[in-house]
């Protein structure tokens, strides 16, 4: 089995910053694609900013204040988000696409959610 776990949510003010982290762990033999994703209620999941390899990639609302980056030896990824804005209030997802140990397949996992929220 794999877990992803994240933290640093919570309620921050327009302007300011957060970081959230999201470690996964369990049987695992690689990790290729980790991906933060955010959802509000009533709405689709959708992409926040993605990091494979040495590549990233963002949501067009989210460039130039949120970055991703990854640690692989700690096989955790982490968002940098600043000049937070009420727009960026939801629910953040962590994926990642991992191969486990004994698998031949990559498969995709989710974390269980953190919330932010940022008030005006």
């Known amino acids: 089995q794999v877990n992803l776990v994240e933290s640093g949510g919570g309620l921050v003010q327009a302007g300011g910053s957060l970081r959230l982290s999201c470690a996964a762990s369990?049987?695992?033999?690689?990790?290729?694609?980790m991906s933060w994703y955010r959802q509000a209620p009533g709405k689709q999941r959708e992409l926040v900013a993605r990091?494979?390899?040495?590549?990233?990639n963002y949501a067009d609302s989210v460039k130039g204040r949120f970055t991703i980056s990854r640690d692989n030896a700690k096989n955790t990824v982490y968002l940098q988000m600043n000049s937070l804005k009420p727009e960026d209030t939801d629910v953040y997802y962590c994926?990642?696409?991992?191969?486990?140990?004994?698998?031949?397949?990559?498969?995709?996992?989710w974390g269980q959610g953190t919330q932010v929220t940022v008030s005006s």
């Open positions: 990091i494979s390899g040495g590549s990233t």
């Open positions: 994926h990642a696409v991992v191969k486990r140990v004994g698998s031949t397949y990559f498969l995709s996992y």
């Open positions: 369990g049987s695992i033999v690689s990790i290729n694609a």
